[in-house]
Structures are given as C-alpha cells and as structure tokens.
C-alpha cells in the first residue's frame, strides 16, 4: 500500500509528466522547420507519413509543417492539414488542432472530406474538456462546464445532418447518445448543488431544463424526480404532482 508520502510524491511526478508531454505537443517553432531537411514535397510527405504511423507524434508535426509552411499550395496541402490535426490530436494539443481543423474548413467549404474534418472537431473538443490528471485518480468531474461538450456535440450533430452518407457518421451518432448523457448529467449535478443548499426553485428549473432539452437521455426519470421534490418543497402542490404523474407514466412505458 501506498502511504500518503509516496502517494504525494507520486502524484507530484504524474503531474509533472503531464505538463512535460503538453510542451512537446505545442507547435513547432520557426527554428524546428527550419531543421527539417530540404527536399522535396513528395519526400518530406513520404518522412511525415512513415513518423505518423509510428506513432511519432512530435516529429510527424515538425514534418508536416514544414511542407506546409513551404509548399502550402502543393498537390500534398489538404491531405497534410488533415494528418496535421490528428497529429495534433493524438499529441493533446487540442487548441492548435482546432485552429488547422477551422482554418481548413473556412479555406474549403466544399471539399470531399469535409465530413472528417468536422468529426475530428468533435473528437478534439471531446477530448479538450478532458483532464487526464482528474481522470486518472477517478475524480468525478460532471459538475464541471460542460461547454466543450456542448460544441462536440453541435459539431457531432452537422457532420450527421450535412453527412448522413458519410462514413464517419455511425460513431458520431453513437458518440452523440454519449454526449447527451453528459450534458443531462451535468445539469442534474448542479440542481442537486442548489438542491442541497435549499435553492429549490433553481434546482426545479435545472431539472426542467433535462426534461426540455435532453428527454432522449438517461437522465429523464431523475430530472423529473428533482422538479416533482423542488417543487414540493416550494409547495407548489400542483407542479409537483404534475412532475411525479409524467415520472410514474414515463416509467411504465419503457
């Protein structure tokens, strides 16, 4: 068993860890294009794709910017922006992914994978309201913001309703059922906040909101279940048998 002493220490070594793998996922600078080798297009491309299937993250951006730095008009400039944002993505540096994925987007409205671009939107904004220290320890974290989840789930939802061809489109809706979850769960974690703090109008009005905008979620039954006990401890009798009436009858019609 570890004591508090080496559970310190150790956590102070994670942490450290996480702040050393975020610099080296930051862009590269002037100076690591610069050391790039000079060649070709089509030779830095076939360097940068071999350093991106091994999983050389890093150096696979170094790479890809600089062809994209000296040839942004080339016959490889799309295909690169795209491996630059997984790159990126797979290295945690979600704010330059989604400034490459916007950049992308607003340059080439019409393009064929166009569809790609907007599901990696989602996956990078998932990915930036993610805390990998919290998540490590297990540290629940759904009373948090849940603004990111919020735009994955709108980029989620255009890739489905412009691309409901498109190949990415299955997970985007599996993934969308998931975010839904989220976003219900993160209201019903701050009325049960305003709950406990006798706020019972608030609370009501949180769980009104599950109810409103994310019926399809999980968390439909306990919504209901806040605003039926919110509302009885306002004494708003009516409002309250209303909220435990839909409850019971959307409980027997599962």
């Known amino acids: 068993m570890i004591n508090k002493i080496g559970k310190r220490a150790f956590a102070i070594v994670f942490s450290a860890s996480v702040l050393t793998l975020g610099a080296c996922s930051s862009a590269p600078d002037q100076e690591d294009i610069q050391r790039v080798p000079n060649k070709s297009a089509h030779a830095l491309y076939e360097d940068a794709k071999q350093t991106l299937d091994s999983g050389l993250y890093a150096r696979a951006i170094e790479l ?24 990126h993505y797979q290295s945690g540096n979600t704010e330059q992914a989604l ?13 064929k994978d166009l569809d790609y671009m907007y599901y990696m939107r989602g996956l990078v904004n998932i990915k930036a309201d993610k805390n990998a220290f919290q998540e490590y320890f297990g540290i ?20 489905v309703k412009r691309f409901p ?8 809706k599996r993934r969308l059922v998931w975010l839904l979850n989220r976003m219900a769960r993160y209201e019903l974690k701050v009325a049960t906040y305003y709950y406990e703090r006798e706020a019972y109008l608030a609370a009501a009005n949180r769980g009104k909101y599950v109810v409103e905008h994310y019926s399809q979620s999980s968390y439909l039954e306990p919504a209901l279940e806040m605003m039926e006990k919110s509302y009885d401890k306002l004494g708003l009798t009516e409002l309250s048998q ?7 009858y959307n409980k027997s019609n599962k």
């Open 64 to 87: 890809l910017s600089a062809i994209d730095s000296r040839y942004p008009f080339g016959p490889f400039s799309k295909q690169v922006q795209m491996d630059l944002v997984y790159a």
């Open 99 to 111: 400034a490459t994925i916007d950049r992308f987007i607003r340059l080439n409205p019409n393009h």
């Open 140 to 159: 629940d974290r759904a009373d948090r913001d849940a603004n990111r989840t919020r735009v994955a789930f709108t980029d989620l939802s255009t890739l």
């Open 165 to 172: 061809k498109s190949d990415y489109a299955p997970e985007a």
């Open 242 to 248: 209303h909220a435990k009436l839909t409850r019971e």
